[in-house]
Structure formats: C-alpha cells, structure tokens
Antibody, heavy 122, light 106 residues
Framework: QVQLQESGPGLVKPSQTLSLTCTVS??????????WSWIRQHPGKDLEWIGY???????YYNPSLQSRVSMSIDTSKNQFFLNLSSMTAADTAIYYC??????????????WGQGTLVTVSS | EIVLTQSPGTLSLSPGERVTLSCRAS???????LTWYQQKPGRAPRVLIY???SRAVGIPDRFSGGGSGTDFTLTISRLEPEDSAMYYC????????FGQGTKVEI
C-alpha cells in the first residue's frame, strides 16, 4: 500500500526557511485522484492544515499561512516539497505529509507519513 | 475561517460504555464535508468517518457518525480499551480546519 515519508532538518533557526520533502512509494504521485498535503501538529496537539499540491503543480494554501508557504512537486521522483519561510518558535511542530483522496465521494486524508518534528530555535 | 468546537475536552470511561462526542461548526457546512479522525500517541491521525456518517475502510461498526448543519456527532457504541485516543473532527467546506480534539480515556 501507499507509503509516505517526510525528510528534512529537525532544527531550524528563527527567520530561516524550512524545507521538507515527502517521498511517496508504492503509488504514483501523478494520479489525478489525489492531492498531496502538508499538515502540522503543534506541541499542544492542535492540528493545522498547511496546504496541498496537485500533480499538475496547482496549489491551495491555508490562508493564514499563504504569505509564507510554497509547495512544489517532482513527479519523476514521486516527491513533493514544502517551503515555509520566516520561521518562528510558533512554527515548532510535527510536520506530516498526507494523501488527500477524492475517491470516496468525499475528501479525506487516507495515508499519512509518520511525521517529522521540526523545532525552531537559535 | 470555520471554527470547529469539540466537546467535551476529556472523557474517562469504562469498556463497554457508549459515548457520543460533539463537534459544532461556527457556520453551517455541507455534511459531506465533515470528517472524523482518531489519533493515538506517537501516531499520525487515522480516518474513521467521512461524509459525516460513512465509515472508512476497516473501521469497526461500533463507530458511527451523524449530524448536519452546524452540529455533528461521533458515537462509539461499545468502548474497547484500544479506543483510548484523541478524536478530531475536520471540515473542508471552506479551506480545511480541525477541531481541538476530544481525549477519550478507557
């Protein structure tokens, strides 16, 4: 079955840009049935959707993060990417990549990565 | 932004009990746009219910969802010890937001 795996730095300095990669295996990232998402979970357990990217490169971002977020996709490598700029301590969280499926007559995240903890600290 | 408010915050229950969790939206949403997730410590969330009332693949029938408009519920009919977890509602009617979660302790 489909597997997703996040990779990237565990520690980022304030004001820097976070760059994360999600590698998808056992499934094509080019399928038109899915949107490739980033979601984060703050230490207090609150979940926050960051945005998604489609295989075509079209994106949809959380309005509250839109000014700092960019996503990209490399279908040849079955990977998609997150950049989050101007990081602050409030961005410390577990970052998940997930697949948003449209195949059930509804939208839902049916496969998730294990998550990667990103800490913002000097 | 649509704010989802879940109640109660924490529940401590016994195996075999029935429990209903509440999720209230700050504005009316299409019931198809409401999803419930379960999360256990150290794990990613897992989808339980989509379209407010459809069970996801592999989810036991003791889990059921309902509601419409601004008020939605997740019911666990006969609690099992493995149901100890956080439960989150989530909407995609406008953008995507989550409730703050209900912790269920068995």
């Amino acid at each position: 079955q489909v597997q997703l795996q996040e990779s990237g730095p565990g520690l980022v300095k304030p004001s820097q840009t976070l760059s994360l990669t999600c590698t998808v295996s056992a499934g094509s990232i080019s399928s038109g049935d899915y949107y490739w998402s980033w979601i984060r979970q703050h230490p207090g357990k609150d979940l926050e959707w960051i945005g998604y990217i489609y295989y075509s490169g079209s994106t949809y971002y959380n309005p509250s993060l839109q000014s700092r977020v960019s996503m990209s996709i490399d279908t040849s490598k079955n990977q998609f990417f997150l950049n989050l700029s101007s990081m602050t301590a409030a961005d410390t969280a577990i970052y998940y990549c997930a697949r948003e499926s449209t195949t059930f007559g509804a939208r839902l995240w049916d496969f998730w990565g294990q998550g990667t903890l990103v800490t913002v600290s000097s | 932004e649509i704010v989802l408010t879940q109640s109660p915050g924490t529940l401590s229950l016994s195996p075999g009990e029935r429990v209903t969790l509440s999720c209230r939206a700050s504005q009316s949403i299409n019931s198809r746009h409401l999803t419930w997730y379960q999360q256990k410590p150290g794990r990613a969330p897992r989808v339980l219910i989509y379209g407010s009332s459809s069970r996801a693949v592999g989810i036991p029938d003791r889990f059921s969802g309902g509601g419409s408009g601004t008020d939605f519920t997740l019911t666990i009919s006969r609690l099992e010890p493995e149901d100890s977890a956080m439960y989150y509602c989530q909407q995609y009617h406008i953008s995507r937001t989550f409730g703050q979660g209900t912790k269920v302790e068995i």
